[in-house]
């Protein structure tokens, strides 16, 4: 049995266990984070600087949100890309790119799916750019566990200030580039890894299908969920982790900015062009990072995704945390999490200039973009 990765997050909107989580709520009860404006279903966020964010929401609506030193923030819509969900966006310059997700074929996905937007200033709507769908029909995964090779989910974004805008397909399991022509090129690709089915789920799934005992080995997805760009110029990439979504599996990836067609490869993950920065963090769904060298990891639940799409009680708390690794491939990995514990089905991070940690989410129902302090 695979989940495939849309399954694994759209799924997660009709829980009744989730019903009544918001992020409003959990800020009441910290004090070390603050809400900046509310949000329908929040996903994607990019800091443009100087109290100024872009953000995505489940109705296909993109905005910029105002920071006011007095009174609320202002939220300004830019435009809308029509039904669906608005899965990351990021800006060159006055430049925004909004990228839409799939979960199927070319062939089976409805227009504006899988594709990159790009909008500007005095555009009446966003226009598409690059059609995922269309490119990973014609690039297949050759390590996919589901029988269906061409599919294209694509989840994370990040635009390469020397050039060209990065998309992580969660379904294609690979990271792409998409040049500025609008021509794509395959940067890495994501194999699969060994993981054991943990203790905890129950016996069946939420249709009455039966689960497999815990301990189960199963050869898993990695979900290439999302990418940044680090300090030092590499790209890094992270995963949820396909079922049985395994806590402590999922890995973020640095990859040499110069790589084609490299190899992620988890039973050797410090060879080649692709390499593991970090291992044994949980259901990946964004990255960040900031101009000191630390990455950001949101983990949509602690538990992991699979727990909160069959109920598990306390599997709606997810977080975000600050890593930063010392020198060398096996260097000492330093990890804090941040606002610790007060994280509802966090959805994307990002972190301006000045070191300010923006937050979005719950990505389900009604959520808000917030700093964490």
Known sequence: ?????????????????????????????????????????????????????LVTEDNGNFDLVIERKHGDAKVVNLGNIGPGFGNAIDNRGKTVYI??????????????????????????????????AAYQATDP????????????????????????????????????????????????????RLVKVPDGLPATDPDGNPLPPAGTPILSEDVATSVTIGADGYYYVGELRGFPGTPGTSQIWRINPHAKNAVCDPKHPYRGMCQR???????????????????????????????????????????????????GAHGHVFKHELARNKLILPGGV??????KVYEVGPVFGQGALSVIR
Do not use: C
Not at 103 to 119: N, R
Not at 350 to 355: E, H, I, L, N
């Open 277 to 327: 920065y970090v291992d044994h963090l949980t259901s990946i769904v964004d990255l960040g990072a900031d101009r000191w060298g630390n990455i950001y990891a949101v983990t949509l639940s602690k538990m992991s995704w699979l727990a909160v799409e069959l109920g598990v009680p306390g599997s709606e708390v997810g977080a975000v945390y600050k890593i930063h690794k010392s020198h």
């Open 99 to 132: 990228l839409t997700g799939g979960g199927g074929t070319e062939a089976d996905l409805p227009p504006g799916a899988a594709t990159l937007f790009k909008w500007k200033p005095g555009w009446d709507e966003a226009k598409p750019f690059a059609d995922i």
């Open 141 to 192: 995964d050759p390590y996919d566990q589901e029988n269906i090779p061409e599919d294209s989910n694509p989840f994370g974004l990040a635009v390469d200030p020397r050039g060209g805008v990065l998309v992580s397909d969660a379904a294609g399991n690979d990271l792409l580039k998409v040049h500025f022509d609008g021509s794509i090129t395959t940067i890495a690709r994501l194999k699969p």
């Open 1 to 53: 049995m695979i989940v495939p990765a849309v399954g694994a997050l759209m799924a997660v909107a009709i829980l009744p266990a989730l019903a009544g989580h918001s992020q409003a709520n959990s800020q009441a009860k910290s004090g070390s984070i603050k809400q900046i404006a509310e949000l329908s279903g929040p996903r994607g966020v990019a800091s443009v600087g100087w109290g100024k964010t």
């Open 350 to 355: 990002d972190v301006s200039w000045s070191g």
